[in-house]
C-alpha cells in the first residue's frame, strides 16, 4: 500500500474543556493547550485532535455550533487558536479539529431563520415534516432523546434531531447548505489546520420517506444512507483534495465492507475511520470476540483502505476501567491495552490522560454529572416509573463523564487543573494518579506510552504489517504477528487477572523482547512453554 504521513501518525485527543484552565473559569482553553504542548510532543505524538471549540451553547459540550466561524468564549478566541496553530507546527505536529456538520445548534441563525416560517428561505435547510395521524412523523427514537421529531408550535410541523432536542440535523439534500458547509471547511482548512475528524459523518443522508422502523430501539437506520457516498465524493472534491490533510470519519453501524465505501483508496471520499464494532457495542471485555473484529476489519481493509485503532475516547469510558482491570492490576492492564492498540493494525489514538492511567469515575450523585445523554436517560426512564437509584446505577459504567473529568496533573487541588471550581469534579484519586508523578517514575504508563510510540518510528513492521492472529480460540490471551520486509514482530497480551501459558507454535525459535510490562530476559526460547503473569504484554521480533 501506498506510505503516507497519516498512516504512519499517532493521535492525542484532546478534549481541551477538561485538559488544562488557565484564566480560573474552570473550563480547560487553547491557552492550556499551548502551555502543555511541550507535554504532549514529549510523548512522541504526531497529530493533535482537538474537540469542537466552535461558537456553542454547549447543551452537548460543543457539538452544539452556533457560529462555525467563532470560537466558543470558554475556549479563547481566534487569535489563541492561530497562535496555538503555530505552536503545534513549531513542534512538528499536526493538528486536526472536529467538523460537526450533521446537525447544529438550535441557536444558529440558520436554524433560528428556518423555523421562523414554513416559506422562510432557510426552511430547506433542515428536515421538517408534517405530523403523521396528529403526531411524529415516524417512530424512530434519537441519541439523546425518545424520537428524533420535536414539533414547533408556532408552524405545525416537526423538525428532525439525530441527536438532542437542541441538536436539528441539517437537510444535505439541500445544495445551498452543503457549498456552505464546504465554504466554512475551506476557512479553517486555509488557517492551516491538518485535516478533520468528522462527527458521524454518515449520518448526513436520511433514508426516504422516514418510515418507521420494526424496532426503533436498533437506531442503524439513522446511518449508512443511499446518497452518503455522493456527498463526501463531492466533499472530497470541492474541499479536501486540494489539500494535504488526513480525515477520520466517525462511522457507527458498519461492517468492514460498508467501511470500505467510506475509505476505499479509490474511492476519494475519507481516510481512515472509527467504526464503534468495540466502544459502542463490546460494553465489557469479550477476548473472542475482539479478535474476530479485529480479523475481520483487517481482512475487509487489507490493501485498499485504512484503520484506527482507540479503546475510549471522550463518549467512551476509561479503557482500563472499562476493558483492563483498574484496581489491582492498574499499571500493567494500562500498558498492556497500550501494546495491543499501539501494535494492531490501524492508526493508534490516544486519549488525553490516558497516557498516565487515568480510570473512570463514580460520583455520589446524579446532581454530579453533566453529560447530556445521561442525564436524557435518566429523565426518560425515572419518568417511566422505574426506580431512580436503580436507573443511576446503569448508567454509571456507561456516562460519558467517566473520560472528561479534568487532566490529573499533580497531587495539588483540582489536581492542578484550575485555580478555580472545575466545571465537572475531578477524580478523587488524582492524588495517586497524576502527570507530575508518572514523570517521576522511570516505570510509569506515560514512559511506556512513549517507547510504544518511538518504536512506531524506527519499525515500519507496527505500521505496515501483516496482521496474523495465532490465538482465534483462547479466552485469555491474544498472541498474533506483524510481519513486514521479512520482519516479524509477535506479540503476547494475557487479558486475564490470573497467568496463562503460552506454547509457541513451532516454527518459531528465538526472539529478541522489544518492549514488556514486565521485567523479562532479553532473549526468549520459544522451545518452551512461557508463562505469562496476569496482565503481561511482550513483543518480539523473531528469528525465524
Ligand atoms: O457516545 C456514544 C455512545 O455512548 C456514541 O454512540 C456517540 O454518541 C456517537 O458515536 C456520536 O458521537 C458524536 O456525536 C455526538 C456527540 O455528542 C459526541 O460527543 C460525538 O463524539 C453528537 O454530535
Ligand atoms: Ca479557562
Same mark, same amino acid.
Given at each position: 500500500? /501506498?506510505?503516507?504521513?497519516?498512516?504512519? %501518525?499517532?493521535?492525542?485527543?484532546?478534549?481541551?474543556?477538561?485538559?488544562?484552565?488557565?484564566?480560573?473559569?474552570?473550563?480547560?482553553?487553547? !491557552?492550556?493547550?499551548?502551555? /502543555?504542548?511541550?507535554?504532549?510532543?514529549?510523548?512522541?505524538?504526531?497529530?493533535?485532535?482537538?474537540?469542537?471549540?466552535?461558537?456553542?451553547?454547549?447543551?452537548?459540550?460543543?457539538?452544539?455550533?452556533?457560529?462555525?466561524?467563532?470560537?466558543?468564549?470558554?475556549?479563547?478566541?481566534?487569535?489563541?487558536?492561530?497562535? #496555538?496553530?503555530?505552536?503545534?507546527?513549531?513542534?512538528?505536529?499536526?493538528?486536526?479539529?472536529? #467538523?460537526?456538520?450533521?446537525?447544529?445548534?438550535?441557536?444558529?441563525?440558520?436554524?433560528?431563520?428556518?423555523?421562523?416560517?414554513?416559506?422562510? !428561505?432557510?426552511?430547506?435547510?433542515?428536515? &421538517?415534516?408534517?405530523? /403523521?395521524?396528529?403526531? =411524529?412523523?415516524?417512530?424512530?427514537?434519537?441519541?439523546?432523546?425518545?424520537?428524533?421529531?420535536?414539533?414547533?408550535?408556532?408552524?405545525?410541523?416537526?423538525?428532525?434531531?439525530?441527536?438532542?432536542?437542541?441538536?436539528?440535523?441539517?437537510? &444535505? !439534500?439541500?445544495?445551498?447548505?452543503?457549498?456552505?458547509?464546504?465554504?466554512?471547511?475551506?476557512? $479553517?482548512?486555509?488557517?492551516?489546520?491538518?485535516?478533520?475528524?468528522?462527527?458521524?459523518?454518515?449520518?448526513? %443522508?436520511?433514508?426516504?420517506?422516514?418510515?418507521?422502523?420494526?424496532?426503533?430501539?436498533?437506531?442503524?437506520?439513522?446511518?449508512?444512507?443511499?446518497?452518503?457516498?455522493?456527498?463526501?465524493?463531492?466533499?472530497?472534491?470541492?474541499?479536501?483534495?486540494?489539500?494535504?490533510?488526513?480525515?477520520?470519519? =466517525?462511522?457507527?453501524?458498519?461492517?468492514?465492507?460498508?467501511?470500505?465505501?467510506?475509505?476505499?483508496?479509490?474511492?476519494?471520499?475519507?481516510?481512515?475511520?472509527?467504526?464503534?464494532?468495540? %466502544?459502542?457495542?463490546?460494553?465489557?471485555?469479550?477476548?473472542?470476540?475482539? /479478535?474476530?473484529?479485529?480479523?475481520?476489519?483487517?481482512?475487509?481493509?487489507?490493501?485498499?483502505? &485504512?484503520?484506527?485503532?482507540? #479503546?475510549?475516547?471522550?463518549?467512551?469510558?476509561?479503557?482500563?476501567?472499562?476493558?483492563?482491570?483498574?484496581?489491582?492490576?492498574?499499571?500493567?492492564?494500562?500498558?498492556?491495552?497500550?501494546?495491543?492498540?499501539?501494535?494492531?493494525?490501524?492508526?493508534?489514538?490516544?486519549?488525553?490522560?490516558?497516557?498516565?492511567?487515568?480510570?473512570?469515575?463514580?460520583?455520589?450523585?446524579?446532581?454530579?454529572?453533566?453529560?447530556?445523554?445521561?442525564?436524557?436517560?435518566?429523565?426518560?426512564?425515572?419518568?417511566?416509573?422505574?426506580?431512580?437509584?436503580?436507573?443511576?446505577?446503569?448508567?454509571?459504567?456507561?456516562?460519558?463523564?467517566?473520560? *472528561?473529568?479534568?487532566?490529573?496533573?499533580?497531587?495539588?487541588?483540582?489536581?492542578?487543573?484550575?485555580?478555580?471550581?472545575? $466545571?465537572?469534579?475531578?477524580?478523587?484519586?488524582?492524588?495517586?494518579?497524576?502527570?507530575?508523578?508518572?514523570?517521576?517514575?522511570?516505570?510509569?504508563?506515560?514512559?511506556?506510552?512513549?517507547?510504544?510510540?518511538?518504536? *512506531?518510528?524506527?519499525?515500519?513492521?507496527?505500521?505496515?504489517?501483516?496482521?496474523?492472529?495465532?490465538?482465534?480460540?483462547?479466552?485469555?490471551?491474544?498472541?498474533?504477528?506483524?510481519?513486514?520486509?521479512?520482519?516479524? $514482530?509477535?506479540?503476547?497480551?494475557?487479558?486475564?487477572?490470573?497467568?496463562?501459558?503460552?506454547?509457541?507454535?513451532?516454527?518459531?525459535?528465538?526472539?529478541?523482547?522489544?518492549?514488556?510490562?514486565?521485567?523479562?530476559?532479553?532473549?526468549?526460547?520459544?522451545?518452551?512453554?512461557?508463562?505469562?503473569?496476569?496482565?503481561? %504484554?511482550?513483543?518480539?521480533?523473531?528469528?525465524?
Amino acid at each position: 500500500m /501506498k506510505k503516507t504521513w497519516w498512516k504512519e %501518525a499517532v493521535v492525542y485527543q484532546v478534549y481541551w474543556r477538561s485538559f488544562y484552565d488557565t484564566n480560573g473559569d474552570g473550563y480547560g482553553d487553547l !491557552q492550556g493547550v499551548i502551555e /502543555k504542548l511541550d507535554y504532549i510532543k514529549s510523548l512522541g505524538v504526531d497529530v493533535i485532535w482537538l474537540n469542537p471549540f466552535y461558537e456553542s451553547p454547549d447543551r452537548d459540550n460543543g457539538y452544539d455550533i452556533s457560529d462555525y466561524y467563532g470560537v466558543m468564549g470558554k475556549a479563547g478566541d481566534m487569535p489563541t487558536f492561530e497562535t #496555538l496553530v503555530k505552536a503545534i507546527h513549531e513542534r512538528g505536529m499536526k493538528v486536526i479539529m472536529d #467538523l460537526v456538520v450533521n446537525h447544529t445548534s438550535d441557536k444558529h441563525p440558520w436554524f433560528i431563520e428556518s423555523r421562523s416560517s414554513i416559506d422562510n !428561505q432557510k426552511r430547506d435547510w433542515y428536515i &421538517w415534516k408534517d405530523p /403523521k395521524d396528529g403526531r =411524529e412523523p415516524s417512530n424512530w427514537r434519537s441519541y439523546f432523546a425518545p424520537s428524533t421529531w420535536e414539533l414547533d408550535e408556532a408552524t405545525g410541523q416537526y423538525y428532525f434531531h439525530s441527536f438532542a432536542v437542541e441538536q436539528p440535523d441539517l437537510n &444535505w !439534500q439541500n445544495p445551498e447548505l452543503r457549498s456552505e458547509i464546504y465554504k466554512m471547511m475551506r476557512f $479553517w482548512l486555509d488557517k492551516g489546520i491538518d485535516g478533520f475528524r468528522m462527527d458521524v459523518i454518515n449520518l448526513l %443522508a436520511k433514508q426516504e420517506g422516514f418510515p418507521d422502523a420494526e424496532n426503533p430501539f436498533d437506531i442503524s437506520y439513522l446511518a449508512n444512507n443511499p446518497g452518503i457516498h455522493d456527498y463526501l465524493q463531492e466533499m472530497n472534491r470541492e474541499v479536501l483534495q486540494h489539500y494535504d490533510v488526513m480525515t477520520v470519519g =466517525e462511522i457507527p453501524f458498519v461492517t468492514p465492507e460498508e467501511g470500505l465505501l467510506y475509505v476505499g483508496e479509490d474511492r476519494n471520499e475519507l481516510n481512515t475511520l472509527f467504526h464503534f464494532q468495540v %466502544a459502542d457495542e463490546m460494553a465489557t471485555w469479550d477476548m473472542l470476540r475482539y /479478535k474476530e473484529i479485529q480479523t475481520r476489519w483487517y481482512e475487509g481493509l487489507k490493501g485498499k483502505g &485504512w484503520n484506527s485503532q482507540f #479503546l475510549n475516547n471522550h463518549d467512551h469510558t476509561r479503557q482500563v476501567t472499562r476493558y483492563g482491570n483498574d484496581r489491582e492490576y492498574r499499571v500493567e492492564s494500562a500498558k498492556l491495552l497500550a501494546t495491543m492498540v499501539h501494535t494492531l493494525p490501524g492508526m493508534p489514538y490516544v486519549y488525553q490522560g490516558e497516557e498516565i492511567g487515568m480510570t473512570g469515575v463514580r460520583f455520589d450523585s446524579i446532581d454530579d454529572y453533566d453529560d447530556v445523554a445521561m442525564k436524557n436517560k435518566y429523565k426518560e426512564l425515572v419518568e417511566k416509573g422505574q426506580d431512580p437509584d436503580e436507573v443511576f446505577e446503569s448508567l454509571l459504567l456507561p456516562s460519558r463523564d467517566n473520560s *472528561r473529568t479534568p487532566m490529573q496533573w499533580d497531587d495539588s487541588d483540582q489536581a492542578g487543573f484550575t485555580s478555580g471550581r472545575p $466545571w465537572i469534579k475531578v477524580n478523587p484519586n488524582y492524588r495517586g494518579i497524576n502527570v507530575e508523578k508518572a514523570l517521576k517514575d522511570p516505570d510509569s504508563v506515560f514512559y511506556y506510552y512513549q517507547k510504544l510510540i518511538s518504536l *512506531r518510528k524506527d519499525h515500519e513492521v507496527m505500521v505496515y504489517g501483516d496482521y496474523k492472529d495465532l490465538s482465534k480460540d483462547d479466552p485469555n490471551l491474544y498472541v498474533y504477528t506483524r510481519t513486514y520486509n521479512g520482519k516479524t $514482530w509477535l506479540v503476547i497480551l494475557n487479558h486475564s487477572d490470573k497467568a496463562n501459558s503460552y506454547t509457541p507454535v513451532s516454527e518459531i525459535s528465538t526472539g529478541k523482547l522489544i518492549i514488556s510490562n514486565y521485567p523479562n530476559e532479553d532473549c526468549a526460547d520459544f522451545s518452551e512453554t512461557m508463562n505469562i503473569r496476569p496482565h503481561e %504484554a511482550r513483543v518480539y521480533e523473531l528469528n525465524i
